[in-house]
């Protein structure tokens, strides 16, 4: 199990406030694990669609994913 943090991002002033956590609890990586991730936060730290589009995850997180990706 791996916890994700979660971040409201403020686009006017460049800034990345963690909201929360997320926590992924699939054992094995599938291409969907990130998306489903991302919905899940959405989901539970929006109270509207405008808010939904602030959410964002954890760059260790992905950049983690990506290097344990095959080629």
Known sequence: MRTV?????????????????????????RPENLLGLL???RRIFSSTPQEAFQIALDKK????????TPA
């Open 61 to 68: 997180y992905l950049s983690g994913r990506m290097a344990r």
């Open 39 to 41: 919905r899940i936060a």
């Open 5 to 29: 943090t979660v971040y409201r991002v403020d686009y006017v002033h460049q800034l990345k406030i963690p909201i929360g956590t997320v926590e992924e609890r699939r054992k094995k990586d």
